[in-house]
């Protein structure tokens, strides 16, 4: 199956400032990279997803960047708030498997600091 | 409700019990994943079905785990004698296509359920 690799485990920035997160993989025939935020006690929820045809994609203070040649891809979160304090986890799929299913990286908890 | 739901949201077994963990997904989803997380971890992959079918089973940790979806709506995790080194978190996510490289749709979880053996 697919294996990826998630850096860094532990981030703390100063509010307002920018949090990267940066995820590699192994499956070639992936094609679909989505980033979930999991709050204490809750469960995953998407807050973005990219798609193996385009480079960047943008929603208000996230956006995710793809690099198909070297097979990574990275979450910025901009001007954060401490509201952003969360684990942050890349996935990916492994077509080659014939199946859907996602791998996830093994997460990155964000502090916000005010 | 409209979201994925799990039952029960805590279990507490003896160890050499067994136990089944249920999962609702979103009416009319095809995709249904069981994830395991451990504390601290991200979530591992268990097994992946396509409405009834069990397509990979691969991430299943030993043959005391079995999952099943007979009608390819809920699904059910079973654990068999269950260990301390199961206690985790469970999670279920559903999403609305099944296997197509080109249409991989968002996976919605269900809020988990826990497991702890003692």
């Known amino acids: 199956g697919e294996n990826v690799e998630q850096h860094p485990s532990t981030l703390s920035v100063q509010e307002g400032d920018s949090a990267v997160i940066k995820c590699t993989y192994s499956d070639s025939a992936s094609n679909y990279f989505p980033w979930y935020k999991q709050e204490l006690g809750k469960r995953p929820q998407l807050i973005i997803d990219?798609?193996?045809?385009?480079g960047e994609k943008k929603d208000q203070r996230i956006a995710v960047t793809l690099n198909k040649t070297a097979k990574h891809f990275s979450l910025h979160i901009t001007e954060t708030q401490p509201e952003d304090s969360a684990v942050y986890f890349c996935a990916a799929p492994s077509p080659q498997t014939g199946a859907n299913n996602l791998f996830f990286g093994t997460g990155t908890r964000l502090t916000v600091i005010p | 409700g409209a979201g994925v739901s799990q039952s029960p949201r805590y279990k507490v077994a003896k160890r050499g019990q067994d136990v089944a963990l249920r999962c609702d997904p979103i009416s009319g989803h095809v995709s249904l994943f069981w994830y395991q997380q451990a504390l601290g971890q991200g979530p591992e992959f268990l097994t992946y079905?396509?409405?009834?079918?069990?397509?990979?089973k691969s991430g299943l940790p030993s043959d005391r785990f079995f999952a099943e979806r007979p009608e390819g709506s809920v699904s059910t995790l079973k654990i068999q004698r269950t260990q301390q080194e199961d206690s985790a978190v469970y999670l279920c996510a559903s999403s609305l296509l099944g296997w197509d490289r080109l249409k991989n749709t968002e996976a919605f979880f269900g809020q988990g359920t826990r497991l702890t053996v003692v």
């Open positions: 079905f396509q409405n009834e079918a069990q397509l990979d």
């Open positions: 990219i798609r193996s045809n385009v």
